[in-house]
């Protein structure tokens, strides 16, 4: 589903220039641990530097729409970035794929939110998906997800969330700009994060933010890792009752 009109022109704009901040510093890393290859453009766990990723995620849109996809609570999985140019390889975000690796066909995993900084058009790459694949175990052939899959076009700002089981594949950029998006995905409390926000992010950070947003990021749904921390009354509990 694409849904519009729900970023101000403003948030956008320091979101894309915060992205490509983010992206170097991310490299950086990438680079100096020698998996730099296939990751051009990509970077990962956007939060933590109080600039508007921060921002985006504590006035995050379609909460009743996730809330609603997973039919209670739900936890950010991973919030991501990535720079589709020309000039670089799509490396994997590219190739075909899903992101959630393991197949549930009843239940309801992870849910992608896609942010477009740019608009997405045919000739800059828009993801290309295939409806109603969420339903498919298997990948499939290039040739099949040529045939079935449709591009997701839209204008700057537009938000595209789709079920994570869906097959689909950034597509190339033919032009001479970039094609920016964030990449959001969440999950049901009890599913592992791809980093742990809470302690990445630290007591401060939560200590800033409304109930509701402590919560998205993981803070009511943390392992406890001590015998004191587990023997706690409700309130104080790492692991609250009402995460599922
Ligand atoms: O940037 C895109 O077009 C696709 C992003 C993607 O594949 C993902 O978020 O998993």
Redesign the pocket.
């Known amino acids: 589903m694409l849904f519009s009109g729900l970023l101000s022109d403003d948030l956008l704009h320091r979101l894309r220039s915060d992205l490509r901040t983010i992206y170097g510093e991310r490299r950086a890393v990438q680079e100096r641990n020698g998996i730099g290859d296939g990751m051009e453009g990509t970077c990962h766990h956007l939060l933590g530097a109080n600039n508007a990723m921060d921002e985006f995620v504590a006035s995050l849109p379609l909460h009743t729409f996730i809330h609603g996809f997973f039919n209670g609570p739900y936890i950010l999985n991973s919030f991501g970035g ?1 720079i ?1 140019e020309a000039t670089a390889s799509n490396g994997y ?1 590219g190739a075909i ?1 899903r ?1 959630v690796r393991t197949f549930s066909r009843d239940f309801r995993l992870m849910l ?1 939110m ?1 942010v477009m900084l740019d608009d997405f058009t045919v000739e800059n ?3 290309h998906l295939v409806s109603k694949s969420h339903n498919a175990s298997e990948k499939p052939t290039t040739d099949a997800f040529q045939a079935a899959a449709i591009q997701a076009t839209g204008v700057a700002g537009d938000i595209l969330m789709f079920d994570s089981r869906l097959w ?4 190339r950029n033919g032009t001479d700009m970039p094609r920016r ?1 964030l ?1 959001l995905t969440f999950t049901r409390p009890f599913f592992k994060p791809q980093l742990d926000y809470p302690r990445f992010l630290g007591d401060a950070y939560a200590a800033a933010l409304p109930p509701q947003v402590r919560q998205v990021l993981g803070y009511d749904a943390r392992v406890p890792a001590s015998i004191e921390e587990f023997y706690q009354p409700p309130e104080r509990r790492a692991y609250k009752s009402d995460q599922g």
């Open positions: 990535f589709n975000i794929h992101d992608n896609l790459g828009a993801t689909h594949a950034a597509g998006a990449t």
